[in-house]
């Protein structure tokens, strides 16, 4: 199966202004990018890239002042097979988690873990451990979360999809 990824995204800056982005295909899928993910500016600046910690293949730029844009269009090819299931996978306690693991614990600007992780143990802290609680959570916010393209934002968060229903 194939699939396009792609976006354009508009920004007004009122002087010369450096970006890092992380808006590429990760790099464990290049090898099956069909057409690749090239970064396209118009106007057109020049465009170096780097790995991050996390395998990400990133941007910089510096945008002139006034109006930029930013687009790709890749196209993917995937199995269209569904993700692994491992039911018998097991919860390693966070002290026993190896040191290079734990930067994935930390939170991120898209989620308030001050806000929400009460609501998380309240929900899923009494429940079962390992596959079966990740699997839980999905369910939770498949069931819960909608997603569309009409709520998405650069500023939007986990907070701001709560309660539930909300999309």
């Known amino acids: 199966m194939r699939i396009r990824a792609g976006f354009e995204m508009e920004y007004e800056c009122p002087g010369p202004t450096p970006m890092l982005m992380a808006l590429n295909i990760h790099a464990s899928r290049a090898s099956d990018l069909v057409r690749p993910d090239r970064l396209v500016t118009r106007p057109q600046v ?10 990400n293949w990133c941007s910089r730029i510096v945008a002139p ?3 930029i844009v930013l687009g790709t ?10 993700d692994p299931v491992a039911p018998d996978a097991v919860q390693t306690p966070v002290e026993l988690l190896p040191d290079s693991t734990l930067v994935y614990l930390l939170g991120s600007r898209y ?5 929400l992780s009460e609501v998380a143990w309240k929900r899923f802290g009494d429940g079962p451990t ?4 990740v699997q839980a959570i999905c369910d939770f916010v498949h069931d819960h979360i909608e997603f569309g393209y009409q709520h998405a934002r650069r500023t939007r968060t986990a907070r701001g999809a709560w309660p539930p229903r909300r999309p």
Do not use: I, K, Q
């Open 46 to 55: 020049p465009v170096t890239g780097y790995h991050d910690l996390f395998g």
């Open 65 to 67: 002042a006034g109006r």
């Open 73 to 82: 269009d890749a196209r993917v090819e995937n199995s269209g097979l569904p």
């Open 111 to 115: 989620c308030e873990t001050d806000e």
């Open 130 to 133: 390992g596959w079966a609680r």
